[in-house]
């Protein structure tokens, strides 16, 4: 059997998963599947925050930093692509940032229009600009003109 009922004592009565471990007494060990998928999911932020501090914190076309949930790494050339870097995991920081490299952080509006063709893709390993000051009643312009 791969998976039983056992009390976590954290979650209570879940399913728990048999993982091979030679060190442990039968061979296997039983995880929690909550414990495991909390443990994952800290993970991934952790990796994403790292990764969003390296390449400027920010949109590059925008300068949006409000929410890192909305910010993405958009890959400049999509035939260097190795793997995606949003559902990806089981991957070492390193082999992120090698793919962070080939990419631009964006936010989800901007990378909306980057993939409908609105707007070209800044280069990758572009940094935020300093924005200019908004013109009087007007809107702020872009940190990345896409018209340059």
Request: with cysteine; hydrophobic share 30%.
């Amino acid at each position: 059997m791969r998976h039983v009922l056992v009390r976590c004592p954290r979650h209570g009565v879940v399913t728990h998963y048999r993982t091979a471990d030679p060190r442990a007494a039968g061979g296997y060990r039983l995880r929690c599947s909550r414990c495991t998928g909390e443990a994952v999911l800290r993970r991934k932020r952790k990796v994403k925050e790292i990764l969003v501090a390296e390449a400027g914190g920010c949109c590059q076309v925008c300068g949006y930093d409000r929410c890192i949930g909305n910010l993405t790494f958009h890959h400049i050339d999509p035939s260097q692509k190795r793997f995606p870097m949003s559902t990806c995991s089981g991957k070492s920081l390193a082999a992120f940032r090698d793919e962070a490299a080939k990419c631009v952080l964006v936010c989800a509006n901007c990378h909306g229009e980057i993939e409908a063709g609105l707007i070209p893709s800044p280069p990758a390993g572009t940094g935020r600009i300093a924005p200019k000051p908004p013109p009087p009643g007007g809107v702020a312009p872009r940190l990345f003109d896409p018209g340059a």
